[in-house]
């Protein structure tokens, strides 16, 4: 996310140790930094009466401010934003990680292609207990290149059958299909018959071209069942695990922040529109405040990592807290669970 001011400061050695340090200072303690507390806890080789020099500096460029009611600075987004962007996070050795994967390596070594949703949902869960943040976990619902393994049919009452398919994932696709004119429950099972000698290994858009090319003409029930594959391929789901944990963040101790926050997870399309531009990174992606788009979020960072299998985009998970988030400890966290769900996602691949 770039700076919509459109200027690119390149600080100096001065000003950059002082904002890491006033943001460091502000993670840990949610409160103003002043120069004393900078000079301090970090040991910045400057005095607080030059310290208090760069730190006006730093407002002045926008990257720091100053409350009224006290006399130290907190970040601004653009403070954020430059710590983040220039912080090697990568570098840095801690037990989360370790932590972690002792909780998802079984959950992904014995894990199939048909536990996806499952498995996703425990590794989700998994990684905000470890961060100690609300996480989020978006299925695109998008599987119309996910291979066909099986298409039933249930009646139901009256003129209608509700219509199952099976992917190769395990996501069950369903709908509600009415019986064109002329057909009942025996003529749709066979139907749904050919369906299934047609469709078997076949994405949804292969099984509608195969359908099509293989009838001269289409009758309105075959033209139906067409239709509904047409619209078959699911809608995007978002869970949200761990909210509980908002509570301990003072930047959500209001009841409408919070309420806002809640919202903006309920808009599934909204933020289904926002996480698919940034897909294309393919990796992890920092978004501070109002780079989220949604105003709901306009509070919030979310750290979020695309779920990538063969071209397509299955889904993102995420880290969703505080402007005030430990970047440090959450960057680091995603990067090495990006490397391993990668790798996980790679080996099914060879599956089905």
């Known amino acids: 996310m770039s700076d919509s001011s459109g200027r690119r400061d390149v600080l100096d050695q001065k000003k950059w140790l002082v904002l890491s340090a006033t943001v460091s200072g502000y993670i840990r303690s949610a409160l103003p930094v002043g120069s004393q507390s900078v000079n301090r806890s970090f ?3 400057y005095s607080p009466a030059t310290i208090r020099n760069i730190m006006s500096a730093l407002e002045a460029m926008g990257y720091l401010t100053h409350p009224h009611t006290s006399s130290g600075r907190v970040p601004t987004e653009k403070g954020f934003r430059y710590f983040v962007d220039h912080s090697d996070f990568d570098k840095k050795e801690f037990e989360d990680w370790s932590d972690l ?4 390596e079984p959950l992904l070594s014995e894990s199939s292609l048909t536990d996806f949703s499952e498995v996703l949902s425990k590794v989700v869960a998994q990684v905000g207990r470890t961060s100690g943040y609300a996480v989020f976990l978006m299925e695109t619902g998008t599987l119309g290149d996910v291979r066909v ?18 992917l190769e994932t ?9 019986y064109p004119e002329g057909i009942g429950w025996l003529e749709f099972r066979k139907i749904v018959g050919k369906l299934n000698r047609v469709g078997r290994f076949r994405t949804l858009s292969e099984i509608r071209d195969a359908l099509l090319s ?3 003409g289409i009758s309105r029930a075959w033209e139906a069942i067409v239709r509904e594959f047409e619209r078959l391929g699911g809608v995007p789901d978002v869970k949200l695990f761990g909210a509980s944990r908002f509570a301990k963040d ?3 101790s209001k009841a409408g922040d919070l309420e806002s926050v809640f919202h903006a997870f309920e808009e599934q399309v909204a933020l289904f529109g926002f996480l698919r531009k940034l897909v294309e990174a393919r990796g992890i992606s920092v978004s501070i405040g109002s780079e989220n788009e949604l105003p709901g979020l306009g509070v919030c960072t979310l750290v979020s990592l695309p779920l990538i299998r063969s071209g397509a985009w299955y889904g993102t998970i995420g880290v969703v807290g505080p402007v005030r988030m430990d970047y440090g400890q959450v960057i680091p966290l995603m990067s090495r669970l990006s490397g391993r769900l990668n790798h996980w996602l790679t080996g099914l691949d060879g599956e089905g």
Do not use: C, N, Y
């Not at 994967?101 to 998802?104: K, V």
């Not at 395990?170 to 009415?178: A, E, S």
């Open 43 to 45: 040991g910045l080789p």
């Open 170 to 178: 395990g996501h069950l696709l369903k709908r509600t299909f009415v």
């Open 149 to 166: 393994v099986g298409v039933e049919a249930v009646p139901l009452s009256g003129r209608q059958a509700l219509l199952v398919v099976i």
């Open 214 to 216: 293989e009838m001269d």
């Open 101 to 104: 994967a002792r909780g998802i």
């Open 250 to 252: 003072p930047e959500f």
